[in-house]
């Protein structure tokens, strides 16, 4: 059983609005960079790309990140760990990095990207860009920019639908699986 909580509208909006709060926040996309947490927070920061390069008629650079090594739960062995690519091909140094994430929850995946993140230089600031932010927060983490808040009970999940890796756009809420 599954409820849809955002539809591919909803997407859209949520999309140009956090692109143009971005802007309004820096000043202009001078000097901002995108960097996607695998696997769709590499997609939002793409389709912010492109919605910032479409409002500022400019190039802001994206990357991808991959946190599977800095994860806190690797050391448990419950999951068996797939390494994907991490793509950062500037330099960080001075720039407005702006995280982006599909689903905040706990705050320890934005944990874990914050630390791959600084192996790869010292940005000016680090700024969060979330779809959805679902609450109960075990880590003092908080989004800059944010898609929408939908407060969830723990016990369901989340899942973001994006059309370049599921072929539609929806946000939907499910119920545990037993």
Do not use: W
């Amino acid at each position: 059983m599954s409820t849809t909580l955002l539809n591919e509208n909803d997407i859209a909006r949520a999309i140009s609005r956090i692109s143009h709060e971005i802007l309004e926040r820096n000043q202009g996309a001078e000097d901002i960079a995108l960097i996607g947490i695998r696997t769709r927070g590499v997609t939002l920061s793409s389709r912010l790309q492109d919605k910032i390069n479409a409002i500022e008629n400019t190039q802001v650079e994206t990357g991808a990140l991959d946190i599977t090594l800095y994860r806190d739960d690797l050391g448990a062995g419950l999951q068996k760990p797939e390494l994907k690519k991490t793509e950062i091909t500037f330099g960080l140094e001075g720039k407005h990095v702006i995280l982006c994430d599909d689903v905040l929850f706990t705050g320890r995946t934005i944990r874990a990207a914050i630390d791959a993140l600084m192996d790869f230089g010292r940005p000016a600031s680090v700024q969060l860009a979330v779809l959805v932010d679902r609450g109960h927060r075990e880590l003092p983490i908080r989004p800059d920019y944010v898609g929408k808040n939908i407060p969830t009970p723990k016990t369901k999940r989340v899942q973001v639908h994006l059309k370049e890796i599921d072929g539609e756009d929806k946000v939907i809420i499910q119920e545990p699986v037993k």
